[in-house]
T-cell receptor
Framework: DTGVSQNPRHKITKRGQNVTFRCDPI?????LYWYRQTLGQGPEFLTY????????KSRLLSDRFSAERPKGSFSTLEIQRTEQGDSAMYLC???????????FGQGTRLTVV | GEDVEQSLFLSVREGDSSVINCTYT??????LYWYKQEPGAGLQLLTY?????DMKQDQRLTVLLNKKDKHLSLRIADTQTGDSAIYFC?????????????FGTGTLLAVQP
């Protein structure tokens, strides 16, 4: 399977704990995006990487959130001191170039209890 | 900023045509996209249209674009129960370092057998 892969698919954590999600983009795609989707809403942009450089962060990405793409391949999204409001589906997408279509992974469903 | 609006719900009978509508505010978008999301899953790219086109047909899917009115529609011919899902219109926003996608709230399509 050469699509975008995200792990884990589901994560349940207690409030205050740290969590980390992983995204493996399509191999020849140098652009990688993270989005967050809450129930009943469309996805909202969080952050963007071109190769290993994080070039844009949304205002939604508070100081508790950090994303990395150390070698320009896979990416991780970490949430520190999780809050109940962080409960959402976290989606990763990748694309080949500026105007090309973005392909999404299956997402990681986070539940903070 | 970019705003994308969709109706929330559409119910059709199996075999009928479905038309899902979308309006947007930013006229500078080069491509406009339709994504499909099944329950608990990520987003599947269905089709897209280039902004200099009025219509694009792809098997059972027809996309119509009215740039003057900033209106996009997706027609599904011979709708099947497997088409039941949430459909998102997505428009690129070019502010910042990348062409991040702005999504509508999604239209839930329910296909009755």
């Amino acid at each position: 399977d050469t699509g975008v892969s995200q792990n884990p698919r589901h994560k349940i954590t207690k409030r205050g704990q740290n969590v980390t999600f992983r995204c493996d983009p399509i191999s020849e795609h140098n652009r990688l995006y993270w989005y967050r989707q809450t129930l009943g809403q469309g996805p909202e942009f969080l952050t963007y990487f071109q190769n290993e450089a994080q070039l844009e962060k949304s205002r939604l990405l508070s100081d508790r959130f950090s994303a990395e793409r150390p070698k320009g391949s896979f990416s991780t999204l970490e949430i520190q001191r999780t809050e109940q409001g962080d409960s959402a589906m976290y989606l990763c997408a990748s694309s080949r170039r500026w105007e090309s279509e973005a392909f999404f992974g299956q997402g990681t469903r986070l539940t903070v209890v | 900023g970019e705003d994308v609006e969709q109706s929330l719900f559409l119910s059709v009978r199996e075999g009928d045509s479905s038309v899902i509508n979308c309006t947007y505010t930013d006229s500078s978008s080069t491509y406009l996209y339709w994504y499909k999301q099944e329950p608990g899953a990520g987003l599947q790219l269905l089709t897209y249209i280039f902004s200099n086109m009025d219509m694009k047909q792809d098997q059972r899917l027809t996309v119509l674009l009215n740039k003057k009115d900033k209106h996009l529609s997706l027609r599904i011919a011979d709708t099947q129960t497997g088409d039941s899902a949430i459909y998102f219109c997505a428009v690129p926003n070019y502010g910042g370092a990348t062409n991040k996608l702005i999504f509508g709230t999604g239209t839930l399509l329910a296909v009755q057998p």
